[in-house]
């Protein structure tokens, strides 16, 4: 069905007379300090949630072995989360439209220093337009914006004519196990809408990403015979430097990629953590560092992991002494593949006319060099996968904060997209 502008405007007034009830909602969820591991009161909380609403509730856990069989599930390290994904699921009495998955994350990325912050962290203050908070922005607004624009279409009287599936997923962050076990699980749908803060566009191609560990080994002296010594932190050095010579290549091939062309660095390699050595006056028989590198669609992890495990050591055994002590590289976290979505599909019209609808602009795409669970959807669901969100500032930094006029805007822009694609039906009684 298209929508009718009288019903439109219902739809984008009853999303307006929702919205202090969804930012509650959404500060109550930054509350929850859903950190790798630690996400299951946050689960706990969209769980009753849905219940609530009278989704029909399904709570599972993560089959590692599942997981690791496919070429989409990234290796299970120590940290790895244990929490339970949910997913509440609509059914409409008869289902004459197309279904959707609604899907969003709840895990979160760590706060760095909490002096670096204007709030506390986990203290989900509003000043004029912005909601600051870890999480806020990735995507807790989003989150909430899965639930409310149902709300909205509920407030006055509809649902969707559609099966629709609210999943709420962990390692997003980490891996994208928790979105590939949803998969697993045998969730489809005709088309599935990520709210992630992606600035009021939709996401045309985004990168992989493969994360991984060098562990170096030295030989422990004392200073004084330093010569003689391995010395592991000094070897990490000549090992990232020659990582970067892979990155500038890999930059150097973006030509060859549509629609990554003209990014100016769309490989982004991240030396995110170093240790490595005990003691100031002893030379450092040990250091690891642990990377993050991205790659682009159509290379699959598993190639650009050989790839970087032979670059590494071709490197090391041409160095005098990683020669006698190669470096051992341990793929730890995502194993993710990226993925493209192509235009000219029914899903991203009705996208473009409910964003056009809401915000009275047009809608715009663009691509995104970090993670996305969008890839699951798009590699192995194989639907049309739509990752499109509010606009947001210093996600993954210091004082994350998503816009409040946006988040309105997207969430009336998301309710119409149901609205549309699912098309509507009276509730009874
Ligand atoms: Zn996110």
Excluded at 232 to 248: G, K, T
Excluded at 342 to 369: I, K, M, N, Y
Aim: hydrophobic share 40%; proline share 5%; net charge negative.
């Amino acid at each position: 069905m298209t929508l009718d502008a009288p019903l439109r405007d219902q739809i984008l007034a009853s999303v307006e007379a929702g919205f202090d009830e969804q930012l509650a909602f959404t500060q109550e969820m930054i509350r929850l300090q859903s950190l790798r591991g630690a996400e299951h009161s946050c689960q706990d909380f969209v769980f009753r949630a849905l219940r609530a609403r009278g989704f029909a509730m399904d709570r599972f856990a993560m089959d590692r072995t599942a997981i690791e069989a496919h070429p989409g599930g990234s290796p299970w390290s120590a940290d790895h989360s244990d929490a339970p994904i949910v997913v509440g699921t609509h059914y409409p009495q008869q289902e004459t439209g197309r279904s959707l998955i609604l899907q969003a994350h709840v895990d979160v990325v760590p706060t760095g220093p909490d002096t670096l912050w204007t709030h506390a962290p986990f203290d989900p203050v509003i000043e004029g337009d912005w909601l600051y908070g870890r999480g806020g922005a990735d995507m807790k607004a989003g989150h909430a914006a899965n639930l409310f624009c149902l709300d909205a279409l509920h407030r006055i009287g509809f649902a969707p004519a559609a099966t629709v599936h609210i999943q709420s997923v962990v390692e997003e962050e980490s891996t994208g196990n928790g979105a590939l076990m949803t998969y697993l699980r045998g969730y489809q749908a005709e088309a599935v809408l990520i709210p992630e803060p992606e600035e009021e566009m939709l996401v045309r191609a985004n990168v992989g990403v493969l994360w991984f560990q060098v562990e170096l080994r030295g030989l422990p002296k004392h200073v004084r015979e330093m010569g003689n010594g391995a010395n592991a932190i000094d070897a990490a050095y000549r090992v990232i430097a020659e990582l970067r010579q892979l990155e500038a290549e890999w930059n150097a091939q973006k030509g060859n990629h549509e629609y990554f062309g003209d990014l100016d660095h769309p490989i982004n390699l991240n030396i995110g953590k170093i240790e490595g050595g005990d003691w100031a006056s002893s030379v450092p028989a040990w250091c690891r560092i642990d990377c993050r590198i991205s790659l682009y669609p159509g290379i699959t992890a598993t190639e650009a992991a050989e790839e970087i495990r032979a670059r590494v050591e071709r490197f090391a055994r041409a160095d005098t002494f990683l020669a006698n002590a190669l470096p051992e590289v341990t793929f730890n976290g995502f194993h993710a593949e990226g993925y493209v979505q192509p235009p000219g599909t029914e899903a991203e019209a009705v996208l473009a006319r409910a964003h056009e609808g809401a915000t009275g602009d047009r809608l715009q795409s663009f691509v995104t060099p970090g993670y996305l669970d969008t890839r699951v959807y798009a590699l192995y669901n194989r639907i049309p996968s739509l990752c499109y969100g509010p606009i947001s500032e210093n996600i993954h930094g210091f004082d994350e904060r998503v816009s409040l006029r946006s988040l309105k805007r997207i969430t009336g822009a998301m309710a119409l997209f149901v609205a549309e694609w699912c098309g509507l039906e009276r509730i009874e009684g």
